[in-house]
């Protein structure tokens, strides 16, 4: 993979890199698509990175389907696919981890210790080893991109993180890989995280700045499904991830639920202009 990405910078190739975990679904492909119109040569990996994955959480049942996802990027344009077995990221002896302190220790990071470490240390392993221009992820994972926006930029990265808009079914409900988990009573409670979403912004629509009160209306519609357990539901800085007051800057909400035994994320983008606040669902 070194070899092949050499090769590419050699050619004056501008690179495009698609890091993914496999049980790829059009969120990934959407990823794809954008990294063709902005470069030359795009390359992609599928690595389920067990140093994200606390010891409780889903690594051995995580859905894999490596012949179908190679040729789901293959058909999409991927001229390289990079797949590493553990054991070749994670060899005997291995003991350097990157941490972006503070950002990782909120939220997410609280809910599941140690995450982002591993996401931080994967995620530079593989710009270092396909060597991009520009690396894509999806903005689901606000939290994660912040973080890794901020780790290329404090380790002098080459490679310019780009974020892409959540991709969606037509109920709202965000793709994800462990959608697949959820039962059929399951999928539809699973919106409710877009409806709790939705309240907010409709909320904001109407004039609503109070922060406490978007948190309230989110809570509203997600405590009255009975399948739904809330982790967090939250509205914070879009720099910080710090909770706001009140809304008078670029900002997420964010959400964290179980459905049954799975759990999911989505967010939604807050941002203030000179025509008042604007949001992306």
């Known amino acids: 993979m070194k070899e092949r990405a050499?090769?590419?910078?050699?050619?004056?190739?501008?690179?495009?890199f698609v890091p993914t975990m496999g049980a790829l679904h059009e969120g990934h492909l959407s990823l794809v698509r954008q990294a063709r119109r902005d470069c030359s040569v795009v390359?992609?990996?599928?690595?389920?990175?067990?140093?994200?994955?606390?010891?409780?959480?889903?690594?051995?049942?995580?859905?894999?389907?490596?012949?179908?996802?190679?040729e789901k990027l293959s058909a999409a344009g991927v001229e390289a696919v990079f797949v590493p077995e553990p054991g070749e990221m994670y060899p005997p002896g291995f003991s350097t981890y990157v941490t972006v302190e503070g950002l990782s220790q909120r939220?997410?990071?609280?809910?599941?210790?140690?995450?982002?470490?591993?996401?931080?240390?994967?995620?530079?392993?593989?710009l270092q080893i396909t060597q991009p221009h520009f690396a894509?992820?999806?903005?689901?994972?606000?939290?994660?991109?912040?973080?890794?926006?901020?780790?290329?930029?404090?380790?002098?990265?080459?490679?310019?993180?780009?974020?892409?808009?959540?991709v969606r079914e037509r109920d709202g409900l965000a793709m994800s890989s462990r959608n697949v988990y959820l039962g059929a009573d399951e999928r539809r409670a699973a919106t409710s995280l877009y409806?709790?979403?939705?309240?907010a912004r409709s909320a904001i629509q109407k004039g609503e700045h109070d922060a406490s009160e978007l948190r309230a209306a989110m809570r509203r519609t997600l405590d009255a499904e009975p399948l739904?357990?809330?982790?967090?539901?939250?509205?914070?800085?879009?720099?910080?991830?710090?909770?706001?007051?009140?809304?008078?800057?670029?900002?997420?909400?964010?959400?964290?639920?179980?459905?049954?035994?799975?759990?999911?994320?989505?967010n939604m983008l807050i941002e203030a202009g000179a025509n008042g606040l604007s949001v992306q669902l």
């Open 228 to 266: 739904a357990r809330v982790d967090y539901a939250e509205i914070v800085d879009a720099e910080t991830f710090e909770p706001v007051t009140r809304l008078s800057r670029a900002s997420y909400a964010l959400l964290a639920v179980f459905i049954g035994k799975t759990r999911l994320i989505d």
């Open 136 to 166: 894509y992820f999806g903005r689901k994972d606000a939290q994660q991109a912040r973080i890794l926006r901020q780790m290329a930029s404090d380790l002098n990265l080459d490679a310019g993180i780009v974020l892409s808009p959540i």
């Open 107 to 126: 939220l997410e990071g609280k809910s599941r210790p140690g995450h982002f470490r591993g996401v931080t240390t994967v995620v530079l392993k593989l």
């Open 43 to 70: 390359f992609a990996s599928i690595f389920v990175n067990p140093a994200q994955f606390g010891p409780s959480e889903d690594l051995a049942k995580y859905p894999r389907s490596l012949e179908s996802d190679t």
């Open 6 to 16: 050499r090769e590419a910078r050699a050619q004056g190739r501008i690179i495009g």
């Open 195 to 199: 409806r709790a979403l939705d309240a």
